[in-house]
């Protein structure tokens, strides 16, 4: 029984939201309405001469089949539960909200370990480095190739006095050109996608930003500019 055939049979004004309660409503005004009838029918005169049974103010007359299909889909509802529009966009709503939080929670623990991996003793990658990675762990997967890759890498030689080193950094040709062809892997990958000559224009740039003009000039043309 569709929700027009509950509204005719309680006399509720169309676009009226049908609940649980009509439904119940209906299937009890259906049954009275066959039991008086049913009544009505053994107890009275022959049909020819007794006059059509009276059908009470809201309710209405239907044949035994379309009773029985009612009496088959109010068993099939009982322990259900009906939600409205409304509570349906909620409950939507609230659950695209989780999945955002909870990215939001990932995304900030996978952004927490690439900075413990800038600190200590033992470094792994520059900071500068930090926002490049981030751009690669979007996703689960990505996240476990940059640790993976991070992992692999040799330790970054912590400047000291005696060095004269510079920035926390090894300030060495040597160093410098490990930094470019990691970060040329960086935009060659995804989301960058750069082709060869564009990554390593990107990987060259980060380096003299990273290790200052002079100790990139030496990297690039044996000797500072």
Not at 122 to 139: H, N, S, Y
Not at 143 to 166: D, H, Q, R, S
Request: hydrophobic fraction near 35%.
């Amino acid at each position: 029984m569709n929700d027009d055939r509950i509204r005719e049979i309680l006399g509720l004004e169309a676009g009226t939201d049908v609940t649980d309660d009509h439904r119940a409503q209906a299937f009890r005004k259906l049954d009275e309405e066959n039991a008086q009838l049913r009544e009505a029918a053994e107890g009275g005169e022959d049909d020819d001469d007794k006059d059509a049974p009276e059908i009470p103010d809201g309710q209405v007359l239907v044949d035994a089949e379309e009773h029985e299909q009612l009496v088959q889909l109010r068993e099939a509802q009982r322990g259900s539960v009906l939600l409205s529009k409304a509570e349906v966009d909620k409950l939507k709503a609230d659950a695209d909200a989780g999945r955002q939080a909870k990215t939001t929670l990932e995304l900030s623990e996978r952004e927490h370990w690439l900075r413990e991996q800038t600190r200590g003793t033992e470094p792994k990658i520059t900071p500068a480095e930090v926002e490049g990675f981030m751009d690669l762990c979007d996703t689960e997967e990505g996240f476990a190739k940059v640790k993976k890759l991070i992992e692999a890498k040799p330790v970054l030689t912590v400047a000291t006095p005696e060095t004269g080193a510079g920035d926390g950094v090894a300030a060495d040709a040597d160093k410098v050109k490990q930094f470019v062809d990691e970060r040329r892997v960086v935009y060659l990958s995804d989301p960058h996608n750069l082709d060869e000559g564009a990554a390593q224009q990107k990987a060259l740039a980060d380096a003299k930003r990273e290790f200052g003009q002079e100790t990139y000039d030496k990297f690039r043309y044996g000797t500072a500019a």
